[in-house]
T-cell receptor, first 114, second 112 residues
């Protein structure tokens, strides 16, 4: 079946602008995760959704970052007033449920803030 | 101490050899670990999961978990040039199993 999809694949924006990154998980997966990966590092956790609710948002770096999953499927990560330090690859993953199950990653969105 | 630690490498092995990748973790309560392979410019791809002490084999890959020593390893037998990638170890970390904590990854180079 179809894997996790993310759009756009690349996003270039100017410092101070607002961006939205979209994730469409594997069909039927109730758990959805956002991670951020910088060059030479492993992915870093941002937020976890179980269904429609954010079960753990402890990884969001500050209040410029926000994510929603209104219908329990597609999720949008929103970044306000972007800064150059936000430049990274934003990865979305999904899992059948919220337990210690395997997580499957999408192709990522490369965000560049100029 | 980082929650999940890996040697960044690179680890260089000749084609056909066994590649051994290692990972240590700090949380004694961790129950499950995952190995991901990441090619340059691509996203992580899950290749192995292990939930209990001992070995788990899948094709040319064997994952080993030693809870007493708090390390996880991945063995790749008959290494191929196409195995050249960064291998990421991930575990649940100290604050719960819902999110994964990743090591920085070990770069593997398999020479023909």
């Amino acid at each position: 079946g179809a894997g996790v999809s993310q759009t756009p694949s690349n996003k270039v924006t100017e410092k101070g602008k607002y961006v939205e990154l979209r994730c469409d998980p594997i069909s039927g997966h109730t758990a959805l995760y956002w991670y951020r990966q910088s060059l030479g590092q492993g992915p870093e956790f941002l937020i976890y959704f179980q269904g429609t609710g954010a079960a753990d948002d402890s990884g969001l770096p500050n209040d410029r970052f926000f994510a929603v999953r209104p219908e329990g499927s597609v999720s949008t990560l929103k970044i306000q007033r972007t800064e150059r330090g936000d430049s990274a690859v934003y990865l979305c993953a999904s899992s059948p449920d919220g337990g210690d199950r395997e997580q499957y990653f999408g192709p990522g969105t490369r965000l560049t803030v100029t | 101490q980082k929650e999940v630690e890996q040697n960044s490498g690179p680890l260089s092995v000749p084609e056909g050899a066994i590649a051994s990748l290692n990972c240590t973790y700090s949380d004694r309560g961790s129950q499950s670990f995952f190995w991901y392979r990441q090619y340059s410019g691509k996203s992580p791809e899950l290749i192995m999961s292990i939930y209990s002490n001992g070995d788990k084999e899948d094709g040319r890959f064997t994952a080993q978990l030693n809870k007493a020593s708090q390390y996880v390893s991945l063995l790749i037998r008959d290494s191929q040039p196409s195995d050249s990638a960064t291998y990421l170890c991930a575990g649940p970390g100290n604050t719960g199993f819902q999110k994964l904590v990743f090591g920085t990854g070990t770069r593997l180079l398999v020479s023909p």
